[in-house]
């Protein structure tokens, strides 16, 4: 059976269990990914996310430059062949 494409987009909402003076907001995360499947065992995908730090995170983790480009893609190449 053949698979269809897929594209899919993901947003992801990062909170710290500490409630801090300012909130307990740490940042957001936009995923955007293709999976295109070549036959019944290949699958070819490819991604980009990018991640957008709230002031408190960029304090925790020792970001000087909050405003700089907090982003990966990634490629991936599937092989799942059947066994039995």
């Known amino acids: 059976m053949y698979k269809k494409s897929i594209l899919r987009g993901d947003i992801h909402y990062f909170a710290s269990h500490k409630e801090f003076d300012d909130g ?11 999976t295109l499947p070549v036959n019944d065992t290949v699958t070819f995908s490819a991604g980009y996310s990018q991640m957008l730090p709230s002031d408190r995170l960029a304090l925790l983790k020792g970001i000087n ?3 700089s480009l907090h982003n990966w893609p990634y490629l991936m190449l599937s092989f799942t062949p059947d066994f039995l």
Do not use: Q
């Not at 307990?24 to 293709?34: A, K, Q, T």
């Open 24 to 34: 307990n907001f740490l940042g957001i995360e936009l995923d955007l990914g293709l």
């Open 65 to 67: 430059n909050k405003g």
